[in-house]
């Protein structure tokens, strides 16, 4: 450990109490994606408070600044601002919980943005860190992707998607991200290096539409759309002996809106669903299956259906961690549990990291100190220590040893990682699937 390394720890050791406090804050105070606007002012004062001068308002709420020296590659330190929808958790705000751990992220992005800011630790590296907090991890539904592209301009259901293709992520060379434990829920070490193989999707929103009549009187004169997408949704369940399980194949819908009255055959019927798999051309395939299920059910009860597809997420590959990672995540102590993600597993919930993988070099780990399933009202902090405070020092850790020494360590770590796509091809994808 150098004295930069030294330097790092004590800064991070020092603010312990005030970043511990903020974690509660945010912890209990969740927001729907791209409506993160307190949290988002949060990151976007502590940022100036540093002495940076953050942009704001991007992709609705994304805060981001920089810091370092022009030359040299540029490292995106990324924190994620929302919260999901979890009205049953105990610190449950508006209906919107931290129960996947995003909060945890801000606190470790700030935590680093503390220590990195220093003067001696900002002279000492050669090149430049973004930090970021993004808008909306948790794909939204379709009527909030609705009302924000209406308002806002705003074509992605997940905040990367949209900040990548407006061009956001241009100047940038790589991203260091983290999370909560996930593939390994049940892991007892405390950070576990590396990013697991997670599945995409597509979002896929089904308007059944039938002919209202009256219930009792007359149903005979109607045409049942919630009919339609019960057998839709039946006919769903028949072709899932097709999904082949190396594909990770997942598809869950549900019923957004399901008919007008109780005594009206319901003639609009909405149901909203995610098409996953852990590769594209697989997303494709199992996606125009689902759409013959409903276009067939449709016609059948005679009803019309439009099925509207929206841009998920894309696939992420399995990334093993290096040796940069492992020696760097030592000098957390000899206390701290460190191991490699479980490689050959498939996580089968799907994020966009995946879209940032496509176009960049990410390097990502994951925090323990939780407890209970995520997205569920059980998920709990055990350690705050683990879940705030390590990871702050990992991400700050790292980026000095990826920026140090001309940079070594990041261009070593671009070079081996070979995206699927040009951050040019990326747009042009968007704006292909963009309604």
Known sequence: MDNIEKRIIELIDEHAQELQALAEDIY?????????????????????????????????????????????PNVALIGELDGLACPDHPFANNGFAHSCGHYAQMVCLLGAAIALCDHEVASALDGKVTFFAVPAEEFQDSSVRKEVREKHDVHCGGGKCEL???????????????????????????????????TGFIGKTVY?????????????????????????????GMI??????????????????????????????????????????????????????????????????DIEDSQGYMPCPEIAPNELMFSTAALLGDDVKIASIPLGECNT?????????????????????????????????????????LPAKLMALLTYRLLRDGAKGAEEFIGSCKPTMTIEDYKAYCGKMSP
């Open 28 to 72: 209990t105070h969740a927001e729907q994606g791209y409506h993160e606007f307190r949290t988002a002012a949060i990151a976007a004062d502590l940022l100036r408070g540093l002495g940076l001068e953050p942009e704001t308002g991007l992709a609705i709420t994304g805060v981001k600044a920089v810091l370092g020296k022009n030359e040299g």
């Open 164 to 198: 990548i293709r407006r061009g956001q992520f241009d100047d940038i060379d790589m991203a260091v991200t983290t999370h909560s434990h996930m593939v390994a829920r049940d892991s007892d070490a405390d950070i576990l290096l590396g990013n697991s193989a997670c």
């Open 208 to 236: 059944m539409h039938g002919r209202a009549a009256h219930a009792a009187a007359a149903p005979h004169l109607g045409a049942n759309a919630l009919n339609a997408a019960c057998l839709g949704m039946s006919a769903l």
């Open 240 to 305: 899932r002996e097709t999904f082949r399980e190396k594909d990770c194949v997942r598809v869950h819908p549900y019923i957004r809106k399901g008919g007008q009255a109780i005594n009206v055959v319901p003639s609009e019927v909405e149901v909203d669903m995610m098409v996953r798999a852990n590769s594209q051309p697989v997303i494709e395939e199992v996606s125009g299956k689902v759409d013959r299920c409903f276009r067939g059910a449709a016609m059948a009860i005679g009803c019309t259906c």
């Open 349 to 389: 919930a799907s994020t966009d990291v995946g879209d940032l993988c496509s176009v960049m070099p990410v390097m990502n780990f994951t925090f323990g100190g939780s407890r209970g399933d995520l997205h569920s009202k059980d998920y709990r902090i055990e350690d705050p220590y683990v879940a705030h405070i």
